[in-house]
């Protein structure tokens, strides 16, 4: 048999001593859990003896600079950046040399992922976990988490309870009349809703209701919304 014809390809294949890279992306409304996932899947990698690290978006400084923190109150060191492509370089080139999984925590305020991503895991062979809200208060895609689908090998999509009716929650709802696409809050300003909940709640009765319940509960006993609001994750 004759070889194959050319067309200019390189295609001699390299050998290469590191496991191929990864995207894992994880989404949903708030209060889902997804940084618990995200601290499950990179602390279960973590397990079997890879390094890992974890970044998070330093405009999140909700719990606390240095730390992931999920609604329940589980802790790990991470690195808050306001950008992704200068981790490499704030990490060091050795240690992220040696560095197998990468989680980004809260990934919609990162505006450089899709290029962060593609980096990581294909030329440099990392297993990046992204965790982040899909979609925003309107339910319009959020920042840039759901470009990084194409790249994935795997999308999960999580759930949280209906904060109204107790059934499964897709949405995240905003309590308060403020109309900015991002707005940092936790249970004081958002609460996550089934369909027919959030169709009744936009811009209805419920939202006023809400947001006075909010502002009520937020001024008198906002440690308590915290808990409940974790116990529903
Ligand atoms: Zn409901």
Redo the contacts with the bound molecule.
């Keep these: 048999m004759s070889p194959p014809p050319s067309h200019g390809v390189d295609l001699v294949v390299r050998p290469t001593h590191r496991r191929a890279g990864e995207v894992h992306v994880i989404v949903g409304p708030m209060f889902a859990g997804k940084t618990t996932a995200l601290l499950r899947r990179v602390m279960a990698e973590a397990d079997t003896g890879r390094s890992v690290a974890i970044i998070k978006s330093s405009r999140d400084n909700r719990y606390a600079t240095d730390a992931v923190v999920t609604h329940d109150g589980t802790k790990f060191p991470c690195w808050p950046l306001s950008d992704l492509l200068s981790f490499k370089h704030k990490f060091g080139a050795d240690a992220y040399q040696k560095l197998d999984v990468i989680g980004i925590d809260e990934a919609q305020f990162f505006g450089d992922l899709y290029d962060f991503c593609c980096e990581a895991a294909d030329l440099d062979g990392k297993t990046v976990v992204v965790a982040g809200l899909d979609g925003d208060y309107l339910r319009r895609s959020f920042g840039s988490v759901l470009n990084v689908i194409p790249l994935a090998d795997t999308v999960t999509k999580l759930t949280a309870r209906?904060e109204?009716?107790g059934?499964r929650?897709f949405f995240t709802l905003r309590k308060t009349g403020e109309t900015q696409t991002e707005l940092i809050g936790g249970a004081n300003v958002y609460m996550p809703?089934?369909r027919?909940?959030y169709t009744n709640g936009q811009g209805v009765s419920v939202t006023k209701e809400a947001t006075r319940i909010a502002f009520e509960t937020h001024v008198v006993q906002n440690d308590l919304v915290l808990e409940t609001a974790a116990a529903i994750v």
Excluded: D, L, P
């Design positions: 209906c109204v009716c059934n929650a809703v089934c027919q909940h």
